[in-house]
């Protein structure tokens, strides 16, 4: 029997984890290094979906993985309001490196939590609430977050929330199709839609 299959595994798994963002892939992850990661019949897998933590310097970076376990063992986590010498080192050195005078960050910990924030310092700073998203992206399982989102057929997942527009992406109908470089008129005649839209519900 493939180790993949191992019954007490996915008996836990169907128990306890609740499935966000489609089905979950009939396989076991062992084990990361660099670009791969092993699955329990030992075969190596090319990596294309893990994500922030990993597809920019791969799984198990040395340096990563000497820093991460010095920190642990000196300085973990604090509550928001507590300041150490690494957040304000790194906000320094974001700062430093960001272009224009984008010199101030908002460190959290997941890609929705990002969203959400932006959306909140945009609606302040505009004094505007309606926001307008393209199809077929992800941007999160968090509250705001996913009214952003169209992925597939998860319109379920993926509903708006008030104030809220889901528009056509060209772009991604194009790739979806084979077609990576679409003409810039598709997504002009997607926006202007979505513009259309917006006047309509006012």
């Not at 396989?27 to 670009?35: D, K, P, R, T, V």
């Not at 791969?58 to 991460?68: D, K, M, N, Q, Y």
């Not at 376990?69 to 300085?75: A, D, M, Q, V, Y």
């Amino acid at each position: 029997m493939s180790g993949n299959s191992d019954p007490e595994f996915w008996q836990k798994a169907r128990a306890h984890l609740v499935r966000y963002g489609g089905a979950f892939s009939p396989l076991i992850a062992e084990s990361a290094a660099g670009n791969f990661f092993t699955d329990a019949d030992g075969r190596r897998i090319l990596d294309f979906t893990s994500g922030q933590m990993s597809a920019i310097l791969g799984h198990s970076h040395p340096e990563i993985v000497e820093v991460a376990r010095k920190s642990i063992g000196e300085l973990d986590h604090l509550y928001s309001t507590i300041l150490s010498r690494p957040v304000v080192d790194l906000a320094a050195l974001l700062a430093e490196v960001s272009p224009g005078k984008l010199d101030r960050v908002l460190l959290v910990s997941t890609g929705g939590e990002s969203n959400e924030a932006a959306l909140r310092m945009a609606k302040l700073v505009t004094g505007r609430h309606e926001v307008v998203a393209m199809s077929r992206s992800w941007h999160g399982v968090t509250g705001g977050a996913p009214g952003r989102c169209s992925v597939g057929q998860s319109a379920v997942i993926c509903s708006t929330l008030p104030s809220m527009s889901v528009r056509p992406n060209a772009l991604a109908r194009k790739r979806a199709t084979g077609l990576v470089n679409p003409k810039p008129s598709s997504q002009a005649r997607c926006i202007s839609a979505g513009a259309r839209g917006l006047r309509r519900r006012k």
